[in-house]
């Protein structure tokens, strides 16, 4: 399985970078992963709705470039974006849902990880799959690795593999 994990902007703090070449170093048994940043807009304060979805917008643009056209039957990409309205899943439940797309026949998998603003309708409208972490709002680069992780536990069990519970 090709896992593209998909985000609006860099990661600064080496604690976080750490933590992603690790997980990397994981999953590599079991996917190639890409991890892709894309620039973040400056939000000004105090920034109007217009403002903020024309940075939106631009996220957008720099996101949508990597992701395939087709969706839906027929195609072996499913995207997935990480939204706080998101559908919560357990991390079986994830694993579950990752092996059965696996076995009818997606070989590319793109999560999608919006900057502080959140993602824009376009990106939101192109996802297979509206995923939550929690109702909770978490900083950016730290969802990436908690994404890493709950993926690499789902390789885990999928393979019935121990995994600290």
Same mark, same amino acid.
């Given at each position: 399985?090709?896992?593209?994990?998909?985000?609006?902007?860099?990661?600064?703090?080496?604690?976080?970078?750490?933590?992603?070449?690790?997980?990397?170093?994981?999953?590599?048994?079991?996917?190639?992963?890409?991890?892709?940043?894309?620039?973040?807009?400056?939000?000004?304060?105090?920034?109007?709705?217009? $403002?903020?979805?024309?940075?939106?917008?631009?996220?957008?643009?720099?996101?949508?470039?990597?992701?395939?056209?087709? *969706?839906?039957?027929? *195609?072996?990409?499913? $995207?997935?974006?990480?939204?706080?309205?998101?559908?919560?899943?357990?991390?079986?439940?994830?694993?579950?849902?990752?092996?059965?797309?696996?076995?009818?026949? $997606?070989?590319?998998?793109?999560?999608?990880?919006?900057?502080?603003?959140?993602?824009?309708?376009? $990106?939101?409208?192109?996802?297979?799959?509206?995923?939550?972490?929690?109702?909770? *709002?978490?900083?950016?680069?730290?969802?990436?690795?908690?994404?890493?992780?709950?993926?690499?536990?789902?390789?885990?069990?999928?393979?019935?593999?121990?995994?600290?519970?």
């Amino acid at each position: 399985m090709k896992i593209d994990i998909l985000c609006v902007g860099k990661i600064k703090e080496k604690f976080y970078r750490d933590a992603l070449d690790e997980y990397k170093k994981r999953l590599s048994r079991y996917a190639t992963l890409n991890i892709i940043e894309v620039a973040d807009e400056k939000t000004p304060d105090n920034a109007s709705e217009n $403002v903020i979805d024309g940075i939106l917008s631009k996220e957008a643009e720099r996101l949508l470039k990597y992701i395939p056209d087709a *969706t839906g039957e027929g *195609t072996d990409t499913y $995207v997935i974006t990480l939204e706080i309205k998101g559908k919560q899943l357990t991390s079986e439940q994830l694993a579950k849902q990752i092996e059965s797309l696996g076995i009818n026949g $997606v070989s590319h998998l793109i999560f999608i990880i919006g900057g502080s603003l959140g993602l824009h309708n376009s $990106v939101i409208s192109r996802s297979n799959y509206h995923l939550s972490f929690s109702p909770m *709002t978490f900083p950016h680069q730290l969802m990436r690795v908690i994404l890493l992780e709950q993926i690499y536990r789902s390789y885990r069990i999928i393979n019935h593999e121990p995994y600290h519970k």
